[in-house]
């Protein structure tokens, strides 16, 4: 506090049209990519009983004017149905159940998350037969 008061007297003591200051400059943040909430761990292990299974995503965007929607992968050829919702909290959901587990190709399903701008994130599971 002292220096600052140092200056601030030799400023007005000399014959200057003035004493600035200027304010720290904001740096604008750029979009941002949704952020998943569920499942809380990336990537999820999941262990399947039965021939029915159901993944769910949580995501939201830290963009208030985006939009995001849900791309699941690894589910071609797989019977399956899927459903996007609002969920709590201003989360946006996508669930899908499998309703053949043996028709999956591999042993990870995944959802790209994707907002109107174009930036992704993606949840990911592992699935391991009991």
């Known amino acids: 506090m002292r220096s600052f008061a140092k200056w ?4 007005t ?8 200051y200027f304010l720290p400059v904001e740096v604008p943040v750029g979009n941002q990519p949704p952020q998943i909430a569920v499942p ?3 990537p999820a292990t999941l262990t399947i009983r039965g021939d029915t299974v159901t993944l ?6 830290p963009d208030p004017e985006d939009t995001i929607e849900f791309l699941w992968s690894d589910l071609d050829g797989v019977p399956h ?7 709590q909290d201003g989360l ?29 994130t993606m949840a990911r599971w592992n699935l391991v037969a009991q």
């Open 13 to 20: 003591l000399l014959p200057l049209s003035g004493c600035f």
């Open 56 to 61: 769910t995503v949580m995501a939201r965007d």
């Open 92 to 120: 946006m959901a996508s669930s899908v159940t499998v309703t053949d587990v043996r028709a999956l190709r591999s042993s990870q399903v995944r959802c790209v998350v994707l907002d109107n701008e174009g930036h992704t």
């Open 40 to 42: 809380e761990s990336n």
């Open 81 to 87: 149905e899927q459903h996007d919702y609002a969920a």
């Open 8 to 11: 601030y007297g030799l400023c």
